[in-house]
């Protein structure tokens, strides 16, 4: 089975090096791929965005896990997420709120059979104690109802919904990349799928009008315009630069496409 880790970790400290020796000890023969340990410290709603725009490229039968966890050792839950394709191990805290919205149907457990935790358990590093060692067993075989019951309302993050228009479509930037590029809550649909098609739009943020073009060398060196990401969302980018930086923008921006 491959495993895919996500978390806000960092690679300065032994945090990810640890839960993967747990994870190891229990199955030598996991195969573990990392998404990225750089999410945000504590930014719930940016590994949810990295989560929700990765986990499709997986092959089926994938379990990932997915480590943000500004609560950790309080009463939220442990869930563990079945999809038609995937599983998900995750604090129920919203991290998994992208996988819930593109997924057709999930089946949700609370995980609570300590029979599969590494014991003690830390109050403050569940990925080691809890997730890791859930994640080992359930690449063994063992049934995910095995770990606990039924969770019926796992939390759900408020997603900032685009305005439509005639003329416009307002959004806002969700997450910045680490190349400073600016990510929007408008996905490429709402763009390509417009009648007519020869339609033409600009991105207007912080007063700067911006042209949407294909990719980023269709404007010069150190020059900002706007474009369809690879995650398949509108995003405003700044040719071999940082439009967090030259714009002074970030998280919750508010950008307007006009539609000329």
Known sequence: MILAFLSDFGLKDPYVG??????????????????????VSQDVMGGAFVLGSTFREFPSGT?????????????????????????????????????FRYSKKVTCFSIENSRYFRHPVSDTFHGRDIFAPVAAHLSLGVKPHSFGPPFLDPVRLPWPEPVI????IKGEVIYV?????????????????REPVNEKFKANIKGMELPLLS?????????????????????????????????GAGVGEPVVVKIL
């Open 165 to 168: 228009r005639d003329q416009y």
């Open 215 to 247: 990719t980023y060398s269709d404007v010069s060196k150190g020059k900002p315009l706007a474009l369809i990401g690879s995650s398949g969302f509108l995003e405003v980018a700044v040719n071999q630069g940082s439009a967090t930086k030259m714009l």
């Open 63 to 99: 379990c990932f896990l997915a480590i943000v966890d500004p609560g950790v050792g309080s009463q939220r839950a442990g869930l563990l997420a079945v999809t038609e394709r995937y599983t998900f191990l995750a604090p129920d805290n919203g991290l998994l709120s992208m996988v």
């Open 177 to 193: 990349d680490g190349f400073g590029s600016l990510i929007l809550n408008i996905p490429a649909d709402l763009i390509q799928n």
């Open 18 to 39: 640890i839960v993967k020796a747990v994870m190891l000890g229990i199955n030598p023969a996991m195969r573990v791929v990392d998404i990225s340990h750089q999410i």
